[in-house]
């Protein structure tokens, strides 16, 4: 089995920052990516931001200058920095994980999320 565990999420005014982390566990082999979507009520979740094992990054036009995913091998953990948070930004965030197991099995992970508030 595979765990992701998430922090950092919380109530922020705009124009604040936040930083979330994800910590990666269990019966992992290799990872191939691992990144962020979110959710808001009433919406479909959406890419944020990903990062694969060579440190290659990608981010949704939304975050772009604002947002900055980094990653940690040697701790299986990812973070997302995020700056400058507006209204919109607020959502669950989940953390995802492309990566194969010790099983040999290659499989995405998704973690239960944590919610960012941007209010004033």
């Known amino acids: 089995q595979v765990q992701l565990v998430e922090s950092g999420g919380g109530l922020v005014q705009p124009g604040g920052s936040l930083r979330l982390s994800c910590a990666a566990s269990?019966?992992?082999?290799?990872?191939?990516?691992m990144g962020w979507y979110r959710q808001a009520p009433g919406q479909q979740r959406e890419l944020v931001a990903t990062?694969?094992?060579?440190?290659?990054?990608n981010y949704a036009d939304a975050v772009k200058g604002r947002f900055t995913i980094s990653g940690d091998n040697a701790k299986n953990t990812v973070y997302l920095q995020m700056n400058s948070l507006r209204p919109e930004d607020a959502a669950v965030y989940y953390c995802?994980?492309?990566?194969?197991?010790?099983?040999?099995?290659?499989?995405?992970?998704w973690g239960r999320g944590t919610q960012v508030t941007v209010s004033s």
């Open positions: 990062i694969n094992s060579s440190g290659t990054t």
């Open positions: 269990g019966r992992i082999l290799s990872i191939y990516d």
């Open positions: 995802v994980t492309d990566l194969r197991d010790r099983d040999f099995v290659r499989r995405k992970y």
